[in-house]
């Protein structure tokens, strides 16, 4: 049991909902005590009703009130609960779960999301968010701490019966108790494995109902191979889970076999102990409830153990993740470049790759210049301009913004003094507004500049502005092109002295893809604007090839 993980869920969930989170522990705390004390009751009742007589009958009467006044406290408890844990506690938790997740994304290094190992954890721990494994396993602690109450009351009572009832019960609930324990761990191990397969299968099922594959897969008659991958990847998580729940299946059956024999045996044993004169007559129907109560909470309290040791070790998912080394803080202010941007001795290796994707020994980047970074697919390129602007932080080596260290810079300054614009930018299903404010914030108010910019870029500059873009919510589709116009267009908007391009053009085609370069060279006078491509027409002002 990952008990480090129960102590961490209870802190965290009273961190997020301190008040609700205690009344629905002290409602599950009450709730076992009625259960137990409610069953002890009932036996008194048909211990009295065995000799029911004249002067029995107020004693049988008010046991009978105090039994109806646990169970409506019981219900009322219940209730109580269910208000607190639906209101209070699970939708707080799932946004503020949501919320410390984002923030720790944008907290963490960007090659973290290129490190497929690293976003495999990254992955399980926004799955453990989304299924809200976390508020589960508090739910699944609770309950079965008001199991484990209500089944230690129980045999306190029986206890008092005969002792011979304790060895009965337990041997028919722990082989229960370890079959849940070990399904518990055989499904998180076997969901662990499966991940890489999970990713893959949904992927190629969403390739499915995409406009883009719909039309290649048309003109290339690609769908059957898709979906021969797809169907081998289903096929092969589907046979693991069957084959798991094939093998839990059968141990449960053997499990219940052996509840319905210890049941029976406990029948039987009340039976001899009322012919011995071992206990009273009434006590037989007493024993024998008490008796299924403690099995049936008991078999309640192992299960939720079972699902319990998957929860938390699923939970560690998502705490492993709010542990991951985030990207160091960066103090120091930058207001612009006045000599430029030098490298030295720059190297740079992605995670799991033994060959450095970049290794630069001198780079040097004057301010106010234009500058065009050419060479080959797989040459670094794209590398160098993550690490340029402080993406990346290189293996060896230093790059720095007049003189200063850019591992030192603020994200908030560097973000101010720069702008980017990739083939690989975010299409915004927003309005027009929306997608030039997100890049350039000032600008968002501004009705003449984003115009200007829309007819920078080659966008229709009368267009609404604040028009929904994209099918998905009921707005107007874009072309792959158009897309990147209104990202150009964003960029164009931005006050920054440094400008980084990758194949920002990619999508145009060549007089288009001039026109706005052009565009770019006119408003990026004074600034340093760096690109990995440009047509051969332009004349940048030095060439660096890598």
């Known amino acids: 049991m990952e008990f480090r993980n129960a102590g961490k869920v209870f802190r965290i969930i009273f961190r997020s909902a301190p008040g609700p989170a205690a009344v629905c522990a002290l409602c599950s705390l009450v709730y076992a005590l009625c259960a ?93 968010v989304e299924r809200m494994a976390v508020t589960e396993s508090y739910t ?86 898709f979906r021969t991958r797809w169907e081998r990847e289903r096929d ?48 037989f129907g007493a024993g024998i409830y008490a008796f299924r109560t403690a099995q049936n909470s008991a078999q309640a309290f192992f299960s939720l153990y079972g699902v319990l040791e998957e929860n938390l070790m699923r939970t560690g998912d998502f705490f492993d993740f709010l542990e991951l080394e985030e990207e160091p803080k960066r103090d120091c202010p930058v207001t612009g470049l006045k000599d430029g941007i030098r490298a030295r001795n720059l190297r740079f290796t992605y995670p799991n790759v ?24 797989g040459s670094g390129k794209s590398t160098l301009l993550k690490l340029l602007t402080g993406l990346y932080t290189p293996d060896a080596g230093e790059i720095l913004y007049d003189g200063q260290d850019l591992g030192a810079i603020s994200r908030e300054s560097l973000s101010e003094l720069t702008g980017a614009v990739s083939q690989e930018h975010v299409s915004y299903h927003l309005s027009v507004r929306d997608n030039i404010g997100i890049r350039a914030p000032k600008a968002a108010a501004s009705d003449g500049r984003i115009r200007e910019a829309l007819a920078g870029a080659g966008l229709d500059p009368s267009a609404d502005l604040d028009a929904w873009l994209g099918r998905e919510f009921g707005g107007r589709e874009l072309s792959g092109g158009q897309w990147q ?40 006078a004074g600034r340093t604007w760096e690109t990995e491509r440009m047509p051969a027409s332009s004349q940048p002002l030095t060439l660096l090839r890598t």
């Open 36 to 128: 137990s004390v409610g069953t002890g009751l009932m036996a008194e009742i048909l211990t009295e009703a065995e000799t029911l007589c004249g002067e029995t009958l107020p004693r049988v009467m008010l046991l009978a009130l105090f039994y109806l006044l646990v169970q409506a406290a019981r219900h009322v408890f219940n209730v109580v609960q269910d208000l607190c844990w639906n209101v209070g506690v699970e939708e707080k938790c799932r946004f503020r779960f949501q919320a410390r997740l984002a923030e720790k994304a944008a907290a963490l290094p960007y090659i973290d999301f290129e490190d497929g190992r690293r976003h495999d954890g990254i992955l399980r721990a926004r799955e453990c």
């Open 354 to 377: 033994g060959v450095p994707a970049l290794n630069i020994g001198e780079l040097m980047v004057p301010a106010g210049e234009r500058v065009v970074v050419v060479g080959e697919n």
């Open 236 to 283: 092969r998580t589907a046979r693991e889970t069957v084959s798991f729940q094939t093998k839990d299946s059968g141990r449960l059956a053997c499990c219940e076999a052996l509840i319905a024999a210890g049941y029976i045996a406990g029948i039987v044993l009340s039976f001899l102990l009322v012919r011995n004169g071992s206990v009273a007559a009434g006590v």
């Open 485 to 524: 116009r209104l990202a150009i267009a964003g960029v164009l908007c931005r006050d920054c002295g440094l400008l980084f391009l990758d194949e920002p053009t990619s999508a145009l085609d060549p007089n288009a893809e001039y026109d706005i370069l052009k565009r770019f060279m006119d408003v990026s």
């Open 140 to 225: 699944a602690l609770l309950a079965a701490a008001e199991s484990a109450v209500t089944v230690a009351g129980l045999l306190a009572a029986m206890a008092v019966y005969s002792v011979w009832y304790l060895p009965v019960i337990l041997l028919s609930l722990v082989p229960y108790l370890l079959s849940r324990l070990a399904a518990g761990k055989e499904f998180y191990r076997l969901r662990w494995f499966q991940a890489p397969h999970i990713r893959k299968r949904n992927y190629y099922y969403s390739l499915f109902v995409s406009p883009a594959f719909q039309k290649e897969q048309r003109i290339f008659g690609s769908g059957d191979y």
